[in-house]
C-alpha cells in the first residue's frame, strides 16, 4: 500500500514515499513516453520547476537526474510558480515537471508533468503508469547531475506587464499575504509595475499549507487583522504554487473562488465559461456569458470542457474552478494587445484582472462582488479520511432507499434532487445545497454548500460536516 496516486492535479503523496526512487522512476517512465511520442524539447529538454516547501529541491535534483538517465536534457527553472513553468514549457516547446504539493501539509509533496501544449490527460497518467510498471526500475542513482539553467519568471511577468500596462491599477494600495508563496515576490514586483503600491505581509520562513478552498482560521484573522489596521484596497495571495488566487475586499473578507473566475471573465470578456459543478449556482442567472458549461471537479475536466468549447464555436473561453484558479482557453486582444491561451491554473491572471476591474470601476472590491449577487456559499474538509470510507458514506446517502438522506436532513425538508456528476449533490427541499466529494489528491472528504445567507450557509456546513465524521469515524 503507498499513498502515492494520479489525482486532478498529477501524482502526490507523503514525502517519506516520493523521495528517492519512486519520484526517480516516475519521471523516468514520463520520459519514455514523451520519448515514444518524440515530444521532447529541442535538443531533448525537459524543464523543471518547484514550490518552496522543505522536499522540493531534494525532488527536483532526483527529476533532474532521472531526465539524463533517461537520455534527455534537464533545464532548471528554479522555484517558480506552477503556471509560470507551464508557460515557459509553451513557448520552448519543451515538456515540463512541476514538483510541488500544492496546498496540501509540508508532509506531503508531488509531481505535475506537462507536455508543450499544457497539462497531461487521463490518458498520459494511464501511460505513465503503464510505462511506470513495464521499466520495474529497482534503483535510483544518487550521483547528482547539473542541470542547465533557464529564467523562466522574465517571460511571466512580461506577459501580464504588456497586457495590463504601466497604469492598470495605479492608485490603490495592495495587501500581499506572502507566507510561503512560490508566487510571493512576483506578485507584488507585478503588483508595482502596474502601478500600484504592494505592501508585503505575513512572509514565512516554513512552508504553510493555504487552502484556498478551506482557509485556515489564522489566515482569515489575518487578513481581517491586517485590514484593521491600514487603509488597504484589497488583500491578494495564493496557495503554495501560486496556481490558485487568494483574493480579499478592503474589509479582510476573502472572495470566493468562483466569483473571482468570474469577475475574470467578464473582464476579459468571455462569451463561454467552463466551470465544475462545485461553483456557485449564480453563475447561471448573473447574464454575463452566453453560456456556462459545467464539469467534473479538476483541471483536466476543465480543460477538456474548454476544448469542447472552442471546437463548438466559442469566441472566447474562460475556465475556472471553485478554488479560484482561472485557465485562459482562448486567446484575447485587449487595447491592442494580445494575451496568449494559457489552459492550466493560474493566480496572477485573476488578481490583476480583479484588481483592474476596481479600478475602473472606481469602487470598493467589496461593493463589485456584491453586485454579483452570488448565493452564500461555504465549504470545508475532513482531512485523514480514507476514500474507501468516503466512497461508502456517499454511497449510504444515494442510496435508492431515501430515508437516511432525507431524515439526515430532515429540517431543510428532505432531499429533492441528486447530482452524481462528481461525488454526490443534494439539492434540499428549500432550495439549500450540500455537496460531498472526495479529493483527488488527498485523504480528504470535501463538503461544500449554499444556502440563503451567511448563517444557514454555516450552519449547513456544521450539519454536513457532523454527518460525515459520525458516519466515517
Given at each position: ?10 501524482l502526490?503523496?507523503l ?7 519512486p519520484a526517480?522512476?516516475?519521471?523516468r ?7 515514444e511520442?518524440g515530444a521532447a524539447?529541442?535538443g531533448?529538454?525537459?524543464l523543471?520547476g518547484r ?7 531534494l525532488?527536483a ?5 532521472a531526465?539524463v538517465d533517461a537520455?534527455l536534457?534537464?533545464v532548471?527553472?528554479g522555484?517558480?510558480p506552477?503556471p509560470?513553468?507551464?508557460l ?6 519543451a515538456p515540463a515537471?512541476?514538483?510541488t504539493?500544492s ?10 508533468f ?5 497539462e ?6 494511464a501511460?505513465?503508469l503503464?510505462?511506470?510498471a513495464?521499466?520495474?526500475?529497482s534503483v535510483?542513482?544518487?550521483?547528482p547531475?547539473t ?9 511571466y511577468e512580461a ?5 495590463f500596462?504601466a497604469?492598470a491599477?495605479r ?5 500581499v499575504?506572502?507566507h510561503?508563496?512560490?508566487?510571493r515576490d ?10 500600484a503600491?504592494p505592501?508585503p ?9 493555504v487552502?484556498t478552498e478551506?482557509?485556515?482560521?489564522e489566515d482569515?484573522?489575518l ?5 484593521g489596521s491600514?487603509?488597504?484596497d484589497a ?13 480579499a475586499d478592503?474589509?479582510g473578507?476573502?472572495?470566493r473562488?468562483?466569483l473571482?473566475?468570474?469577475l ?5 470578456g468571455?462569451?463561454?465559461i467552463v466551470?465544475?459543478v462545485?461553483?456557485n449556482?449564480?453563475l447561471?442567472?448573473?447574464g454575463?456569458f452566453?453560456q ?6 479538476g483541471s ?7 476544448a469542447?468549447?472552442a471546437?463548438a464555436g466559442a469566441?472566447l473561453?474562460?475556465g475556472f474552478e471553485?478554488?479560484?484558479?482561472v485557465?485562459?482557453g482562448?486567446d484575447?486582444?485587449?487595447e491592442?494587445?494580445?494575451l ?14 480583479t484588481l483592474?476591474?476596481?479600478a ?15 448565493a452564500i456559499a ?6 485523514e479520511?480514507?476514500?474507501?470510507k468516503?466512497a ?6 444515494d442510496?435508492d432507499?431515501p ?6 436532513f430532515?429540517?431543510?425538508?428532505g ?6 456528476r462528481?461525488g454526490?449533490r443534494l439539492?434540499?427541499?428549500n432550495?439549500?445545497?450540500?455537496h460531498?466529494?472526495?479529493s ?5 472528504l470535501r463538503?461544500?454548500?449554499e444556502a ?5 450557509a454555516?450552519?449547513?456546513?456544521q ?5 460525515a465524521?459520525e458516519?466515517?469515524a
Open positions: 500500500m503507498t499513498s502515492l496516486k494520479f489525482g486532478t492535479s498529477g502526490r503523496g514525502v517519506t514515499e516520493l523521495v528517492g526512487l526517480y522512476s516516475h519521471v517512465a514520463f520520459c519514455a513516453m514523451i520519448g511520442d524539447g529541442p531533448g529538454e525537459v523543471i514550490d518552496l516547501r522543505s522536499s522540493s529541491p525532488i535534483a532526483q527529476c533532474a537526474r531526465i537520455g536534457v534537464a532548471d527553472c522555484a517558480i506552477t509560470a513553468l507551464a515557459a514549457a509553451a513557448q520552448c516547446g515537471i512541476m514538483v504539493g496546498h496540501i501539509p509540508d508532509d506531503r509533496n508531488g509531481l505535475k506537462y507536455r508543450s501544449q499544457g497531461i490527460d487521463k490518458a498520459d497518467e501511460r505513465i503503464a510505462w511506470h513495464k521499466l520495474n526500475l535510483a542513482p544518487d550521483e547531475v542541470p542547465r539553467r533557464h529564467d523562466a519568471l522574465a517571460a506577459r501580464y506587464r504588456e497586457f500596462g497604469d491599477i492608485g490603490l494600495t495592495v495587501g499575504y506572502q510561503s508563496s512560490v508566487g512576483v506578485i507584488c514586483d507585478l503588483i508595482a509595475a502596474l502601478g503600491t505592501v505581509l505575513g512572509r514565512a520562513d516554513r512552508f504553510i499549507p487552502d478551506a482557509l485556515r482560521p482569515v484573522a487578513a481581517a487583522q491586517w485590514a491600514q487603509k488597504l488583500i491578494v495571495s495564493t496557495d503554495g504554487d501560486a496556481d490558485r488566487p487568494l483574493v478592503e474589509s473578507l476573502f472572495l473562488g468562483d473571482v473566475g468570474a475574470t471573465a467578464a473582464f476579459l468571455a462569451d463561454v466551470t465544475p462545485t461553483s449556482s449564480a447561471e442567472r448573473l454575463l452566453q456556462v458549461v459545467r464539469t467534473r471537479v483536466p475536466y476543465v480543460i477538456a470542457g474548454m469542447e468549447a471546437a469566441l473561453v474562460v471553485a478554488n479560484g484558479g485557465l485562459l482562448s484575447v486582444a485587449h491592442g494587445v494580445s496568449a491561451a494559457l489552459p492550466t491554473r493560474d493566480a496572477m491572471l485573476p488578481i490583476l484582472a483592474t476591474a476596481i475602473r470601476a472606481q469602487k470598493p472590491l467589496s461593493r463589485l462582488a456584491a453586485e454579483q449577487n452570488f461555504l465549504s470545508n474538509r475532513l482531512q479520511v480514507p476514500q474507501e468516503t461508502a458514506f456517499i454511497a449510504r446517502l442510496a432507499d430515508a437516511y438522506r432525507n431524515a439526515a430532515a429540517s431543510h425538508g432531499v429533492a434532487a441528486r447530482d452524481r462528481d454526490l439539492t434540499l427541499g432550495g439549500n445545497t450540500v460531498f466529494r472526495a483527488g489528491n488527498a485523504p480528504e463538503v461544500y454548500v440563503m445567507d451567511e448563517a444557514a454555516g450552519a449547513l456546513l450539519e454536513g460536516l457532523k454527518l465524521r458516519t466515517t
